[in-house]
Structures are given as C-alpha cells and as structure tokens.
C-alpha cells in the first residue's frame, strides 16, 4: 500500500529538482527522486544507531564497564543488572 504525500517547494529547490529528473537528470519522475532521497536518509540515520551503539560499548569499555560473558544470555543479564545497581 502506498500513501500520496505534498510539498511545496521554493523555485530554487523546483529548479534542482527539474534537474535531477527527465532526459538529463538522473531519476526518471520526481517521485522517483524523493523515494530515492527517502531511502538514502533511513540507511543513513539506521547506519547512525549502530554506530551510537558501538561508540557507546566503547564507552563502556573504557570506564570499565565490561565483564566476561558467562555465555549463558539469563546469567548475563542478571550479572549486568547486579553491576548496574552497584553503580560498577
């Protein structure tokens, strides 16, 4: 299922886009052009989440917020909570 969305754009902005599309452009239809841009922005703003995530187990390393994994999930999770409430 697909939803229509609007915009109004500034003529320098229509302009750009004029350019981006048709014979020379790059993209066959405007739309093609948004959904393009569209996917570009979600890959970007996921890649940025995992990058926080691994920035913020570094972090953690750092501070010596770290222990060896007992290699059971349940075990580790209690072994976190515990170091979290003692403020590691």
């Not at 393009?36 to 922005?41: E, F, S, T, V």
Request: glycine share 8%; charged share 35%; aromatic share 8%.
């Amino acid at each position: 299922m697909s939803e229509r969305i609007n915009a109004r754009l500034s003529k320098p902005l229509a302009d750009f886009v004029e350019r981006m599309v048709g014979e020379v452009g790059l993209y066959e239809t405007p739309s093609e052009y948004v959904r393009d841009l569209i996917r570009r922005d979600m890959e970007r703003r996921e890649g940025q989440v995992v990058q926080d995530a691994i920035l913020s187990g570094y972090r953690d390393l750092a501070a010596g917020r770290a222990f060896a994994s007992s290699g059971d999930f349940k075990t580790d999770m209690a072994t976190l909570d515990r170091k979290e409430a003692d403020g590691w």
